[in-house]
């Protein structure tokens, strides 16, 4: 996949995040991308407001996309995140058939910024379910870290 794909790809994602953020919700969007590269689904985390720990944006995404298509798996298509998906939200994209997976921040600097990641990556995730997964991270790092950065800074927790 080209870079330049991955990060028109993320700008979605980050255009997700700063939308929830707006809300009061936590920095995170994603988006899934069908196999020709359009736009399926774009969701950014709604835990805070549907007081719901397992909205996240990832989950979201992959819901909206599963419900758009009518479908249960998204073989081929690409889920692309603004920070590495947490453990939670690795075993859903497995379970949902995603084999593509682009993301900006990882999990290291999400718990350095203060969320939670328990240390597992979504490789340690794949690897275990012996999943080959094609992955790309670092796409619009920057970004995807200065939201997830300015967002905890403003927290009041």
Not at 4 to 16: G, I
Request: aromatic share 6%; hydrophobic share 40%; with cysteine.
């Amino acid at each position: 996949m080209r870079r330049s794909q991955l990060e028109a790809w993320m700008s979605v994602a980050v255009s997700e995040c700063r939308k929830g953020l707006e809300q009061g919700e936590s920095p995170f969007g994603a988006a899934i991308f069908d196999p020709g590269g359009e736009l399926v689904a774009a969701q950014f985390n709604v835990v805070n407001t549907q007081q719901d720990p397992t909205a996240h944006a990832e989950v979201m995404a992959i819901r909206a996309a599963c419900q758009t298509l009518g479908v249960m798996t998204l073989e081929e298509h690409w889920l692309v995140s603004t920070g590495e998906p947490c453990l939670m939200c690795a075993s859903v994209a497995v379970t949902a058939g995603i084999r593509k997976l682009a993301y900006g921040a990882d999990c290291r600097f999400i718990d350095a910024v203060g969320f939670e990641t328990w240390g597992v990556t979504s490789e340690h995730i794949f690897r275990d379910a012996g999943i080959e997964v094609e992955v790309e991270g670092g796409i619009l790092k920057d970004q995807c870290e200065t939201l997830l950065r300015e967002s905890q800074a403003s927290r009041s927790i």
